[in-house]
Every structure is written in structure tokens, then in C-alpha cells.
């Protein structure tokens, strides 16, 4: 079974559910959702990114893809200040009257749906921020082919579009239902094992508190 592009992922699941008539809900439903749930659970090195980002007013839009920020700081004249990230709610406290200067901490909000950076105090002049953050793979399409998920970890779009036809669909025994869930939480937990395999190697690793591919809330009470 070929399943390295967008369009060999979409027959492969028309074929699991012996099904034609749902090329649309496929490709704008069920592998959208596997889509938004591998962004929003995965943590890994090809999800990293830096970028420079020109800080030259209190608020600046952030990247596209933008899922959260690793480290962020200035450089101005070949010295690198620490940006410190605080609560939108703190932020506010400090600012207070505050002249400006050299932002010292950032914050990250949403203004009508556009999540942004704000800073503290408020740039005196342009300033050059270097942001290391995880991205979102970018999601496929007739244009975009493929990424690194499908072409390294197929079984993720593949049982976790499946999955998510299964609570679409009518007809689908619970236990196939169950069956491609746990295929898809075991291909997310191998795309993160590898992933820590080969940052660390053979040395011992102690497992990350804040990332999980759980999908027990998914699982039907």
C-alpha cells in the first residue's frame, strides 16, 4: 500500500472504509482533525524554528505556525538579552506608566482572533528578536504533497483519519472504532520515542512532564 502523498493517503482511507462517496469529508474533515491533533500534541526537532522578528512597536503579530515560543531574545550590539515571558495579566500590572526602552518581557495575546506578541516596556527603536519556537507542520493539500508526518510516519494520518471517519460514519463496529485509536496513539507515541532516540541517543532520558500523546479523551465512556 503506497502512502507517501496527499493523494495516495486520501484512497488509502476511502479504501479502509470501503467507501467513495466521502472525498470531501476526507480531505476537509478527518484529515484536518488528525492534523490539528498531531500540531497540537507532538513536540518535536522538526517542529522547531527561528526566526528573527523586527520589534519596533508594543505589539508584533507572531509567525505563521506559531504554536509556542522555546526562547526569545534580543540582540543589540552583539549582546543577547533574555526576554522573559509573563502573563498577560502581569504584563498590564508592570507596564503601568512605564517609559520606553528595551523590551524586557513579552507576552502573548489575541487581538480579534490574531494572536500577537505585546512587550514591556514598549520598544524606544527597532530592535531585532530572535525566537525559537515550534511550528506547525504545514498541512496538505493538492499544492503541499506531503511533510515529514506522512513521509515519516504514515500510520499517523492514515489511523487518525480513519479514526475520526469512525465517529463520522454510521455502521462502524466500537471495537474497530477502538482498534484504529490505539494504532493511532501508538504511531504518535513512535514518532515521539524516535524523536527522543535521536536527540539523546543511547543515554538514559527522562520522560517530558509537558508534551503527552495520550488520546484517552478520545475514548468512548
Known amino acids: 500500500m503506497a502512502l507517501s502523498t496527499y493523494t495516495e493517503l486520501?484512497?488509502?482511507?476511502?479504501?479502509?472504509?470501503?467507501?467513495?462517496?466521502?472525498?470531501?469529508?476526507?480531505q476537509d474533515d478527518f484529515i484536518k482533525l488528525t492534523e490539528a491533533d498531531f500540531n497540537a500534541k507532538l513536540?518535536?526537532?522538526?517542529?522547531?524554528?527561528i526566526d528573527d522578528v523586527t520589534i519596533n512597536a508594543e505589539t508584533v503579530t507572531v509567525p505563521s505556525g506559531f504554536i509556542a515560543a522555546r526562547s526569545f531574545h534580543i540582540l543589540s550590539s552583539g549582546t543577547k538579552y533574555h526576554l522573559e515571558y509573563i502573563t498577560p495579566a502581569n504584563l498590564f500590572e508592570i507596564k503601568g506608566g512605564s517609559t520606553s526602552g528595551m523590551p524586557r518581557?513579552?507576552?502573548?495575546?489575541?487581538?480579534?482572533?490574531t494572536e500577537q506578541f505585546r512587550f514591556a516596556p514598549s520598544p524606544d527603536t527597532s530592535y531585532t528578536g530572535k525566537l525559537q519556537y515550534y511550528k506547525a507542520f504545514t498541512a496538505l493539500s493538492n499544492s503541499n504533497t506531503s511533510n515529514y508526518i506522512l513521509a515519516s510516519h504514515p500510520a499517523i494520518y492514515l489511523y487518525g483519519s480513519l479514526y475520526h471517519a469512525s465517529n463520522f460514519i454510521g455502521g462502524i463496529d466500537a471495537n474497530q472504532t477502538q482498534q484504529w485509536l490505539g494504532m493511532y496513539s501508538a504511531a504518535m507515541e513512535r514518532c515521539e520515542n524516535n524523536d527522543r532516540q535521536d536527540t539523546y541517543g543511547a543515554?538514559?532520558?527522562?520522560?517530558?512532564?509537558?508534551?503527552?500523546?495520550?488520546?484517552?479523551?478520545?475514548r468512548r465512556k
Do not use: C
Not at 538514559?204 to 478520545?218: A, M, N
Open 203 to 218: 543515554s538514559p532520558v527522562v520522560q517530558r512532564t509537558d508534551v503527552s500523546t495520550d488520546l484517552s479523551f478520545y
Open 10 to 26: 486520501k484512497a488509502s482511507v476511502a479504501n479502509f472504509l470501503n467507501r467513495s462517496d466521502l472525498t470531501t469529508e476526507i
Open 43 to 49: 513536540r518535536i526537532r522538526q517542529m522547531e524554528q
Open 105 to 113: 518581557t513579552y507576552t502573548i495575546e489575541s487581538d480579534n482572533g
